[in-house]
Antibody, heavy 119, light 112 residues
């Protein structure tokens, strides 16, 4: 079955760069589906960060577009998120996910990873 | 402030039906049939319950149904069960400014 697993540091200092990896098993990242990153600040709602396709297509939420980059490593069946110049407002549980239908319908999710921005 | 508007909370008794609304604009909910609904229990990842307005993924109970009218989408849960108590989020594809996905602020469902 399809499984996604986020990994990365749980603590990042302000102004530094947050880097997370999503490892996919049971499904090829080179498929036709889009993959996504979604985050959830503690006690708050979900926020879509963006989506990516192995072909190179990227879509980012406008408010983060200047700080976020997605990349794909098909040899490792992984994709990653990099967020620069982080602040406390970037503290959240970060989820990676896979669409089951075009348009942001995310049917498979990782368990999530809490990233805290603090000195 | 979330792009899509949901009620903060709804409640119902076991066996009853409840409906959660999700209001957007013609650039998202009203303009596309890419509306999803997610259920999230505390400390867990969201689970897709409805996609493309009305479709249920395999394994999701038929007590969950979705609909849309104009700029407002709705999730109806019939025959409420204790296990339905959770947070529910809607999302929609949006073409406002750039192509992206927007979420609602979430609705806490309490089963009395």
């Amino acid at each position: 079955q399809v499984q996604l697993q986020e990994s990365g540091p749980g603590l990042v200092k302000p102004s530094e760069t947050l880097s997370l990896i999503c490892t996919v098993s049971g499904y090829s990242i080179s498929s036709t589906n889009y993959w996504g990153w979604i985050r959830q600040p503690p006690g708050r709602g979900l926020e879509w960060i963006g989506s990516l396709h192995h072909s190179g297509i990227r879509n980012y939420i406008p408010t983060l577009k200047s700080r976020v980059t997605f990349s794909v490593d098909t040899s490792k069946n992984q994709f990653s998120l990099t967020l620069t110049s982080v602040t406390a407002a970037d503290t959240a549980v970060y989820y990676c996910a896979r669409e089951v239908a075009p348009g942001g319908n995310y049917g498979y999710w990782g368990q999530g990873i809490l990233v805290t921005v603090s000195s | 402030q979330s792009a899509l508007t949901q009620p903060a909370s709804v409640s119902g008794s076991p066996g009853q039906s409840i409906t959660i609304s999700c209001t957007g604009t013609s650039s998202d909910v009203g303009g596309y049939n890419h509306v999803s609904w997610y259920q999230q229990h505390p400390g867990k990842a969201p689970e897709l319950m409805i996609y493309d307005v009305t479709n249920r993924p395999s394994g999701v109970s038929n007590r969950f149904s979705g609909s849309k009218s104009g700029n407002t989408a709705s999730l109806t849960i019939s025959g409420l069960q204790a296990e339905d108590e959770a947070d529910y989020y809607c999302s929609s594809y949006s073409s406002s400014i750039t192509s992206h996905v927007v979420f609602g602020g979430g609705t806490k469902l309490t089963v009395l």
